[in-house]
């Protein structure tokens, strides 16, 4: 069975394990999501299960996709996302999914949208070291430099870094450990940062190479 849900990233803590050791944890608030639509390979080319999180009032939602989620008997929810399946007639429309397919230890990869922090430079962006601070140097400090050669090849490669929007960007960070699961507060603790800003929505698998 598939092990993966929604959540909402509440914050950042620190719990004590056993041998009182401090561990930093992100606090997510992960379900209940609910199945709201499944998907075969012979109808759709391949097999996946359509998951919805953040029961909202009906009011807020547009006719089809209120009419989505009558059909599949679900409450009205904010989000839905697809979870790839082997085996989607495991999983019955309507049916409710919460954090307790998750155990304390298990590792899980975790994706969500990365803070936005605008327009950015190349020191802040990439790193670079900027230029030297001596020697006549008046307005070149954070510049980027060069940005390739003159007449070969006579334009700029594909992928040179530059200045750009920074952030806002789909992030996944890998084989983080869960450190606290609370199946009554809908509440699961993993150790470590996750991308995106408070009340941000994230998604949780079990980790593909852990």
């Known amino acids: 069975m598939m092990k993966g849900i929604l959540g909402k ?17 992100t606090l997510i ?32 939602l547009n006719k089809p996709k209120g009419g989505h989620l009558k059909k599949s008997n679900s409450p009205p929810v904010q989000y839905l996302r697809e979870f790839r399946v082997d085996d989607p007639d495991v999983y019955e429309e309507g049916q409710k999914i919460d954090i307790s397919i998750f155990e304390k230890g ?15 430079g190349v020191v802040k962006l990439h790193h670079f070291r900027g230029g030297p601070k001596t020697h006549g140097q008046s307005d070149r400090w954070r510049a980027p430099g060069s940005a390739g050669a003159g007449s070969t090849p006579g334009r700029v490669f594909k ?17 983080l450990k869960v450190a606290l699961v609370d199946v009554d ?5 993993i150790k470590g940062a996750v991308p995106g800003g408070k009340n941000n929505l994230v998604i949780i698998r079990e980790a593909m190479k852990g």
């Not at 899980?108 to 327009?119: E, L, Y």
């Not at 992928?159 to 084989?175: D, F, H, L, Y």
């Open 185 to 189: 507060k809908n509440l699961i603790g």
């Open 29 to 60: 608030e992960a379900g209940p999501c609910y199945v709201t639509q499944k998907k075969t390979k012979e109808k759709d080319g391949y097999n996946a299960i359509q998951l919805g999180f953040g029961e909202v009032s009906e009011r807020r």
């Open 159 to 175: 992928g040179m870094r530059m200045a750009r929007r920074m952030g806002n960007e789909r992030v996944t960070v890998q084989n």
């Open 106 to 120: 298990n590792v899980v990869d975790v994706t969500g949208v990365s803070k936005g922090k605008g327009f950015a």
């Open 9 to 25: 990233k509440l914050g950042m803590t620190q719990i004590f394990d056993e041998d009182g050791v401090v561990i930093p944890v």
